[in-house]
């Protein structure tokens, strides 16, 4: 051979001693372990090119070129990688696979019984985001009457709050990055609600829980509002709004490096303007006026993020209305009051699967109330007539409450995780009523523990246990707390969550006198369906919740902790963004069963604050041609039982009772975004009770019950007209004069 | 010195041979991208690429492939779960930038987080908008004459509203710089050389 051949024919032995000799054709199916199909599965030889993927009915077929031992992987996003190995021999082999879901976050299953979850951790329709809560018709961008369109929220509104599944509006908490907000509501006067303190672009994350949660949580007996706030801003912005009713202006800075910002609000409403417009029930000797500052700053730490938030509130209203025994007089009820509140959190990643969450807040609320009994010509009187007389009362109270909280999370195998900590809380309350002073001091203190348990995908059980003491009360209380989930489909689970909760009692038990008062406690009990896709949602769920040892309030002002009750219901929710491309809706209703003894109940009754049924339906569609949304919503409650309680000495009776008509409303808003030059406009326009219905919350009973006058919204309806303004919230045009 | 010669001559045989292996793949799949017409194709082409990728190990360009491959079929076939092939696609992306990272896997993140975006843009511009901004950033650091960057920054503009400071009159002047920078944009061997066709169609809208 000549030896250019030869080197030749070495190359060609090189070459082709990498080439195949034969094929072996490789077919089968991959199915889960729940014998779905699953498609897009890659398989594949080890180390060659060789292999192919599962096609829409979960059958592969491919051919490879290797020979004898080699092996074979199947792998697919979310499922564990199996490896098998095979005998390639040119004999066409049959295999098939069945692959194991991973444990994985988004997959797995999550104990929803009991709480309506928004964020996009799980992808899942979330249920109110900040955008949500301004965008529900009506509800005029209070995070609190946006969750009245969720089960389990009655349509109270003669008075502030959440009453949640037959509970009062004082056994709903809300609780921001984890510590308990003492005075969440402005400042408000007799039968008509107040809005919440927060704007809802404070908050990333609400979670409503309406019964079930968990035992990082406690003194709430019904429902927690555990709310999120916001990480660093996206950009540095400033913004300004004019309205019908509030001037404001803020400022928030984004650090160069993206490491850390402020930020600084100013508000102030007066309803002057507005009530001139639109006449309203009362008469108001002070127009409700309201100034609020807030400031923030945030820094990223390694693995985490320091956030501190403060606010300021100052409000003065003064009212007059006729009194309800002699209609040649008014009562007046002034309110000034100061709040300040501070929450300082720390989050912080601190390796080996740790997790920190450092919480502490510190709040002051000052309010002086006065009330008088005054003549037509305005003038303060004194009748003789004790009844009336004593609504002649000046009211100081100040309380102030410092709260700290440590939770630590260790992340075991898989997802399931350990979590456990404690809360410190010392609390002062003193009020001065007719210049009698009442100090109230309590110091509270828990432990809680929990785990989140990850049996498998489909199974998942958070087991909890919190133990509480209050000096106020002086008793030690431990609380269960369990939940189980299960997935009964690819987007279906169902879920079940029994609990304990305790609760001490309210502040104002305590101002007759020295009462030996223990917790009120209830305990849940919810089994709950769901089916959630990214752009639907389908929840049902039924409860059960038994009350014990509840406060009443005999007229001899001897209080005991005598009181139960229960409360039993289904409810059902739905939320629709996909049927209708662009057209976003939910629809809530709750059937409600409760009865209760409590305060001046003298027998176990359906409390004034609890309709049978309740429904609401929310309708949100932008048009992007028009740059324009429009939102409706409609809300409706049954009857509500109202009752006159006469004193009989030592108890109450029933002198009187009824139910009112049913409830209904029909708000809606209008908002259009536009951009007049540099800045950003949203102009919002919105009414509340768009047909004029007349509702009634309840009745107000003259002294010995022989008249009643129905409590009513101060107007029928409530206008807003408003224009937000932003600038830098878009920097697209800075980022084109920098980079071209 | 035979010897020698013999030894050399099959370690070049080997590697010449082992690259024309990944070269002749990188040619085929290439090839049936181009041809792939319905979200099956795109797919089994997104399953080819991957297997060259898991078989190289060193390369980041199959992984790129079948991460663009089955983001290209979300678009086509509307109906599939575009949170889950976005997962699928980030994993290929993180692959790759483990071997490599560069400007046109910064762009697949932007592109990836633009479709999950769409699946429901009112309640997650937030959170995807800032990602895919954030991925352009990336890619202009990484390479600032990438011309695809300001094809994709373009397009978002374009397709944001004008009330949100979107629009042809924003997107105009970064398809003009995109198309600017592929007139002088001469790419590797199988290296990303799509957009040029695109950024030009897109300028002309704007006019």
């Not at chain 1, 304990?500 to 104002?508: A, T």
Request: proline share 3%.
């Amino acid at each position: 051979m000549h030896p250019t051949t030869k080197w030749l024919f070495i190359i060609f032995m090189v070459f082709d001693a990498t080439k195949p000799f034969a094929q072996t054709k490789v077919s089968g199916i991959v199915k889960d372990n729940h014998s779905r199909i699953i498609k897009g599965v890659t398989i594949s030889i080890k180390g060659s090119y060789d292999g192919g993927a599962s096609d829409s009915t979960g059958k592969f077929s491919f051919k490879c070129y290797d020979k004898g031992l080699q092996t074979i992987i199947v792998k697919s996003i979310g499922y564990k990688t199996v490896q098998q190995s095979i005998m390639l021999s040119g004999t066409p082999i049959t295999i098939n696979f069945s692959l194991h879901e991973e444990i994985n976050e988004l997959t797995a299953v999550t104990v929803t019984a009991g709480s309506f979850e928004a964020g996009d951790k799980k992808r899942a329709a979330t249920v109110l985001n900040s955008l949500d809560v301004v965008t529900v018709g009506g509800a005029n961008a209070d995070i609190t009457n946006a969750l009245k369109t969720l089960p389990g929220a009655q349509q109270v509104g003669e008075q502030e709050g959440l009453f949640v599944r037959g509970g009062t509006g004082y056994e709903t908490k809300q609780f921001i990055d984890g510590t308990m907000v003492a005075n969440p509501y402005s400042a408000s006067v007799p039968d008509i609600a107040s809005r919440g303190r927060f704007s809802p672009f404070l908050f990333k994350g609400t979670v409503f829980s309406t019964g079930g949660y968990s035992a990082q949580y406690g003194q709430a007996l019904s429902s927690a509002v555990i709310l999120e706030t916001i990480d660093l801003p996206e950009s540095s912005q400033a913004s300004a709004s004019v309205s019908t009713v509030f001037v404001g202006a803020g400022l928030q800075e984004l650090a160069k490096n993206k490491k850390s910002s402020w930020g600084i609000n100013y508000g102030y409403t007066n309803l002057a303007f507005y009530f001139a417009l639109v006449p309203q029930g009362p008469t108001y000797f002070h127009l409700p006026e309201f100034h609020s500052a807030d400031a923030n700053f945030r820094i990223k730490t390694k693995g985490g993020i320091i956030k501190y938030y403060t606010t300021f509130g100052a409000s003065n209203i003064g009212i007059r209305r006729p009194n309800i025994d002699s209609f040649n007089l008014n009562n007046v009820y002034g309110i000034i009051n100061y709040n300040w509140y501070n929450n300082l959190s720390w989050r912080e990643y601190l390796g080996k699967g740790w997790h920190m969450n450092l919480g502490s807040s510190f709040s002051i609320n000052t309010d002086k109330i006065n009330l008088q009994i005054q003549n037509k010509l305005n003038q303060r009187v004194y009748t003789s007539i004790s009844y009336i007389d004593s609504i002649n009362t000046a009211i100081t109270s100040y309380q102030n409450l410092s709260q700290v909280k440590a939770v630590f999370e260790k992340k075991l195998s898989g997802i399931s995780a350990i979590r456990f900590g404690g809360e410190y809380w010392y609390g002062t309350a003193k009020s001065i009523v007719k210049d009698t002073n009442h100090l109230l001091t309590d110091n509270f203190a828990s432990l809680f523990s929990e785990a989140d348990i990850y049996l498998t995908n489909d199974l998942a059980a958070k087991v909890g246990v919190r133990g509480e003491y209050t000096s106020q009360v002086n008793q030690l209380n431990v609380a269960p707390r369990l939940s189980l989930a299960y997935k009964t489909g690819v987007h279906s689970q169902v879920s079940f969550a029994y609990g304990q909760f305790y609760q001490k009692p309210e502040n104002s038990y305590y101002y007759y006198g020295n009462q030996n008062l223990g917790y009120v406690k209830a305990t849940h009990y919810l089994l709950n369906y769901m089916r959630t896709t990214t752009l639907q949602t389908f929840r049902f769920e039924g409860f059960y919740k038994k009350y014990n040892n509840l406060i009443e309030t005999p007229p001899t002002y001897q209080f005991d902790n005598r009181g139960s009750g229960y409360a039993q219901g289904l409810e059902l929710f739905w939320r629709d963004k996909k049927s209708i491309q662009g057209l976003d809706y939910w629809v809530s209703y709750s059937y409600l069963d409760t009865k209760r003894q409590f305060d001046k109940y003298p027998s176990v009754i359906t409390p004034t604050f609890a309709a049978k049924h309740t429904a609401s339906l929310v309708v949100k569609r932008f048009f992007n041609q028009l740059n324009t949304g429009f939102n409706f919503t409609y809300n409706y409650a049954s009857g509500r039982p109202y009752y006159y309680f006469q004193s009989t000495g030592n108890k109450y009776m029933i002198a009187d009772e009824g139910t009112t008509k049913d409830y209904n409303t029909f708000g809606c808003s209008v908002n259009y975004l536009t951009k007049i030059k540099k800045s950003f406009v949203v102009l919002v326009g919105s009414v509340t009770n768009v047909f004029n219905s007349s509702n009634v919350y309840g009745y107000n009973y003259n002294h010995n019950g022989t008249y009643k006058q129905e409590i009513n919204p101060p107007a029928p309806r409530f206008f807003f007209i408003g224009a937000f303004i932003s600038w830098g919230v878009d920097k697209r045009q800075d980022a084109i004069n920098n980079n071209l | 010195m035979k010897k020698v010669l013999v030894i050399a001559s099959l370690l070049v045989a080997t590697v010449v041979n082992a690259q024309s292996k990944f070269e002749d793949a990188m040619t085929k799949g290439l090839g049936q991208f181009k041809d792939a017409k319905t979200a099956a194709d795109l797919t089994d082409v997104s399953s080819f690429f991957e297997r060259v990728g898991d078989a190289e190990k060193t390369q980041w360009l199959p992984y790129y492939y079948a991460a663009l491959s089955l983001y290209r079929s979300a678009w086509v076939d509307k109906s599939v779960d575009k949170d889950k092939v976005a997962d699928k696609c980030k994993d290929f992306i993180t692959k790759a930038q483990v071997i490599e990272n560069n400007a046109d896997l910064y762009c697949l993140v932007q592109q990836v987080a633009i479709l999950q975006m769409m699946v429901d843009p009112m309640s997650r511009w937030q959170t995807y908008g800032a990602q895919a901004k954030g991925a352009l950033t990336d890619a202009k650091k990484a390479d600032s004459t990438n011309p695809r960057i300001y094809y994709l920054q373009g397009m978002t503009t374009f397709n944001t509203p004008a009330a949100y400071g979107g629009g042809k009159d924003f997107a105009k002047p970064m398809f003009q710089k995109s198309v600017d920078l592929f007139k002088t944009y001469v790419p590797k061997p199988y290296y990303p050389n799509w957009g040029k066709e695109d950024a030009e169609k897109m300028l002309e809208a704007c006019k």
